[in-house]
């Protein structure tokens, strides 16, 4: 239940990208790209290499501009809102990025507390105290708050990374797989993380991942990328009875064996 | 579904707190929104409302029903303010479920900081300090003598085997260090030997030895000037590339990629950027001998009337072939130096964009301390020979 999200009914939308098209020189990476994310889900977001899952991640946040059609959050149209209100939405989001972004001359408390710094006036030992706190919610040891970002492990560097995303309290996280790179049992401990999260700190979670096993155990509802739109959306049983050829190799290969059984319990 | 009005949950009203007595003790009320964007105005003013609270004896209700949002640093404030009153004295009412959940899940995370470790003494830091200071210098040495160890062994491996020597690499070092820095050494050449010449005429003149000026220009520039002037530049210029494209490449692990692969990062790396400094340092000295000579014999005509022909056969009379190999003889061995401390500092890199923007100061701040050294040692080597 996080302050930004109160007041928002539930399963409203909060994302809602209209015909986004993005491209880069000739090549169009999306086009036309329908998309809602809704209040309080964790949406997962799969797509072969290359089709563009990150660019939407980005085009959303405002890195990459818009070829066409429109993203609108909180109701606002990003294309069209004045500085105030994209300042307000930017403190409302916390990204996740694929290798952790961490700023390397900085320890992870240092880190923490760079959204806070810039954008909130704390006293120092209210900061310390919210980063420590924050630190402990990912599941992270105190010692980790003094350590530099090249000290810590890949999944210690995806935790104190989530730490950041969490800074400020927001409404949405972005989170670029998160669980690349890490072992099963850490891959799995932090789904479980992002879960328990969503549901205290009511988040809403946009999450682009490959992982079969998070889009089972924690995504609500599932969009696949494909010949530059989205091609499916839908809980994963919706996934595993769609008749195309790329979304039938992804949800029913060998490596997918385990998901039909536990879904259809 | 579609177009609910604009939202703003970035919009938020103040947090207040009150207390009021009542009929079991003291009520404290508690409304408005406790976020982390909201709590920084009157984390002031809640100090002196803590103190008197933890200094009441009776029993204290803490009343939520008029809370608003709440988030992790809200719930954390309020964790603080509720720590105040002994857990026997104190009651809380008005929380719903979720707020319920949240003071839960981050009064189940807090922790107690760390005990700050008391450090040693300002006299203990800096002796600690100057040790490592000196145990830096020492294992840079050491660093930089065992890099020139390992570009020794390529180079004799080389000598057996010439094919060894990574020929691509090397001319594309060439042109970096060598063509491109072409202009902006024989500009500042050009500029540097005016202006010696226009000093050199300027006080020459009053002594009416206006002739000697072109003496002056001769053998400074290629003695000194212009090989000290253009390994500074150098240094600036490749050395901080060096240090900064092997460190960034430290950065990435691709140097370990090398070495797994089974292959010499001296050998690919080091070696093609000191043998290609090695040879591009004298050819840059040399333009650099001829465009302050030209920008000296431009001064002398305009300013001190002193015609092209009289200024080359007097600067005839003045230099040797020896003046100037004393001058390009040092080149070789700064060049040495430089791309030695350069690549040395850009292996030390570590995990930090700090790391590297340090080293690659530090690179062209000891490679420029150390042409000034090796043109000492030449000056008594040569003073001593008596060339």
Same mark, same amino acid.
């Given at each position: 239940? #996080?302050?930004?999200?109160?007041?928002?009914?539930?399963?409203?939308?909060?994302?809602?990208?209209?015909?986004?098209?993005?491209?880069?020189?000739?090549?169009?990476?999306?086009?036309? $790209?329908?998309?809602?994310?809704?209040?309080?889900?964790?949406?997962?977001?799969?797509?072969?290499?290359?089709?563009?899952?990150?660019?939407?991640?980005?085009?959303?946040?405002?890195?990459?501009?818009?070829? !066409?059609?429109?993203?609108?959050?909180?109701?606002?149209?990003? !294309?069209?809102?004045?500085?105030?209100?994209?300042?307000?939405?930017?403190?409302?989001?916390?990204?996740?990025?694929?290798?952790?972004?961490?700023?390397?001359?900085?320890?992870?408390?240092?880190?923490?507390?760079?959204?806070?710094?810039?954008?909130?006036?704390?006293?120092?030992?209210?900061?310390?105290?919210?980063?420590?706190?924050?630190?402990?919610?990912? !599941? $992270?040891?105190?010692?980790?708050?003094?350590?530099?970002?090249?000290?810590?492990?890949?999944?210690?560097?995806?935790?104190?990374?989530?730490?950041?995303?969490?800074?400020?309290?927001?409404?949405?996280?972005?989170? *670029?797989?998160?669980?690349?790179?890490? *072992?099963?049992?850490?891959? !799995?401990?932090?789904? *479980? $993380?992002?879960?328990?999260?969503?549901?205290?700190?009511?988040?809403?979670?946009?999450?682009?991942?490959?992982?079969?096993?998070?889009?089972? #155990?924690?995504?609500?509802?599932?969009?696949?990328?494909?010949?530059?739109?989205?091609?499916?959306?839908?809980?994963?049983?919706?996934?595993?009875?769609?008749?195309?050829?790329?979304?039938?190799?992804?949800?029913?290969?060998?490596?997918?064996?385990?998901?039909?059984?536990?879904?259809?319990? | 579904?579609?177009?609910?009005?604009?939202?703003?949950?970035?919009?938020?009203?103040?947090?207040?707190?009150?207390?009021?007595?009542?009929?079991?003790?003291?009520?404290?009320?508690?409304?408005?929104?406790?976020?982390?964007?909201?709590?920084?105005?009157?984390?002031?003013?809640?100090?002196?409302?803590?103190?008197?609270?933890?200094?009441?004896?009776?029993?204290?209700?803490?009343?939520?029903?008029?809370?608003?949002?709440?988030?992790?640093?809200?719930?954390?404030?309020?964790?603080?303010?509720?720590?105040?009153?002994?857990?026997?004295?104190?009651?809380?009412?008005?929380?719903?479920?979720?707020?319920?959940?949240?003071?839960?899940?981050?009064?189940?995370?807090?922790?107690?900081?760390?005990?700050?470790?008391?450090?040693?003494?300002?006299?203990?830091?800096?002796?600690?300090?100057?040790?490592?200071?000196?145990?830096?210098?020492?294992?840079?040495?050491?660093?930089?003598?065992?890099?020139?160890?390992?570009?020794?062994?390529?180079?004799?491996?080389?000598?057996?085997?010439?094919?060894?020597?990574?020929?691509?690499?090397?001319?594309?070092?060439?042109?970096?260090?060598?063509?491109d820095a072409t202009p902006i050494i024989t500009l500042m050449s050009f500029l540097i030997g005016c202006i010696?010449?226009?000093?050199?005429?300027?006080?020459?003149?009053?002594?009416?030895?206006?002739?000697?000026?072109?003496?002056?220009?001769?053998?400074?520039?290629?003695?000194?000037?212009a090989?000290?002037l253009t390994?500074?530049m150098?240094?600036?210029r490749?050395?901080?590339?060096?240090? +900064?494209?092997?460190?960034?490449?430290?950065?990435?692990?691709?140097?370990?990629?090398?070495?797994?692969?089974?292959?010499?990062?001296?050998?690919?790396?080091?070696?093609?950027?000191?043998?290609?400094?090695?040879?591009?340092?004298?050819?840059l000295?040399?333009l650099s001998?001829l465009a302050s000579?030209l920008g000296?014999?431009?001064?002398?005509?305009?300013?001190?009337?002193?015609?092209?022909?009289?200024?080359?056969?007097?600067?005839?009379?003045?230099?040797?072939?020896?003046?100037?190999?004393?001058?390009?003889?040092?080149?070789?061995?700064?060049?040495?130096?430089?791309?030695?401390?350069?690549?040395?500092?850009?292996?030390?890199?570590?995990?930090?964009?700090?790391?590297?923007?340090?080293?690659?100061?530090?690179?062209?701040?000891?490679?420029?301390?150390?042409?000034?050294?090796?043109?000492?040692?030449?000056?008594?080597?040569? +003073?001593?020979?008596?060339?």
């Open positions: 239940m #996080s302050a930004c999200a109160e007041g928002i009914a539930e399963n409203e939308v909060i994302i809602r990208c209209r015909g986004v098209t993005v491209g880069f020189g000739e090549r169009l990476i999306l086009d036309g $790209l329908d998309l809602d994310v809704r209040r309080g889900e964790i949406l997962g977001f799969v797509g072969g290499s290359g089709t563009g899952k990150s660019v939407l991640m980005r085009t959303i946040l405002g890195l990459n501009p818009l070829r !066409g059609g429109t993203v609108e959050v909180f109701g606002h149209d990003l !294309g069209a809102v004045d500085t105030a209100t994209r300042a307000g939405i930017e403190r409302c989001w916390g990204v996740l990025f694929q290798h952790g972004a961490l700023f390397s001359s900085l320890t992870v408390l240092q880190n923490i507390q760079v959204p806070m710094r810039e954008h909130l006036h704390l006293t120092q030992g209210l900061m310390d105290d919210l980063a420590r706190l924050k630190i402990a919610m990912v !599941g $992270l040891p105190p010692d980790a708050a003094d350590k530099f970002p090249s000290e810590l492990s890949g999944g210690m560097i995806k935790r104190a990374s989530l730490a950041r995303a969490l800074a400020l309290d927001p409404a949405i996280v972005f989170l *670029d797989e998160p669980t690349s790179g890490l *072992d099963p049992i850490g891959a !799995g401990d932090f789904d *479980d $993380l992002i879960a328990k999260l969503r549901d205290t700190l009511g988040l809403t979670v946009f999450m682009v991942t490959h992982d079969l096993d998070s889009l089972r #155990s924690v995504c609500d509802r599932i969009a696949v990328l494909g010949n530059r739109r989205v091609l499916v959306e839908g809980p994963l049983a919706t996934m595993l009875t769609f008749d195309d050829p790329w979304v039938k190799a992804y949800f029913r290969g060998t490596r997918a064996r385990g998901l039909a059984a536990p879904a259809a319990e | 579904m579609d177009s609910a009005s604009p939202l703003a949950p970035w919009a938020q009203s103040p947090p207040t707190f009150r207390r009021d007595p009542g009929d079991a003790g003291e009520v404290v009320r508690l409304s408005g929104d406790w976020t982390i964007r909201t709590i920084g105005p009157i984390e002031a003013d809640l100090v002196p409302f803590r103190r008197d609270l933890e200094a009441a004896a009776g029993a204290v209700t803490f009343d939520l029903g008029g809370l608003g949002r709440l988030d992790t640093a809200g719930a954390l404030v309020l964790l603080h303010l509720f720590g105040d009153v002994a857990e026997a004295r104190r009651t809380i009412v008005g929380v719903d479920a979720k707020q319920r959940i949240l003071l839960d899940e981050v009064a189940g995370a807090e922790r107690e900081p760390a005990a700050p470790q008391l450090g040693p003494g300002p006299v203990i830091r800096f002796l600690i300090e100057l040790g490592r200071y000196g145990v830096g210098w020492w294992v840079e040495a050491r660093a930089v003598l065992g890099l020139l160890g390992g570009v020794a062994a390529v180079l004799f491996k080389i000598m057996l085997h010439p094919s060894r020597l990574r020929f691509i690499p090397f001319v594309n070092q060439l042109q970096r260090t060598a063509l010696i010449a226009q000093q050199g005429a300027f006080y020459f003149r009053r002594f009416g030895a206006d002739l000697y000026v072109v003496d002056m220009v001769g053998v400074l520039t290629l003695r000194e000037i090989v000290i390994a500074v150098v240094a600036g490749s050395g901080s590339a060096f240090t +900064a494209e092997l460190g960034s490449m430290k950065m990435r692990e691709e140097i370990d990629a090398l070495k797994v692969i089974g292959l010499d990062p001296v050998e690919i790396l080091v070696v093609p950027r000191l043998v290609a400094l090695m040879i591009a340092l004298p050819i000295t040399f001998d000579i000296a014999a431009i001064v002398c005509n305009v300013y001190a009337d002193i015609p092209i022909e009289t200024f080359l056969y007097r600067l005839h009379a003045a230099v040797e072939m020896r003046t100037f190999f004393v001058g390009v003889s040092k080149a070789p061995f700064m060049a040495l130096i430089i791309a030695l401390v350069a690549c040395v500092q850009g292996l030390q890199v570590e995990g930090s964009a700090e790391s590297l923007g340090r080293r690659t100061t530090m690179a062209v701040v000891k490679s420029i301390f150390m042409v000034v050294v090796v043109d000492g040692i030449f000056a008594m080597f040569y +003073a001593a020979a008596g060339v």
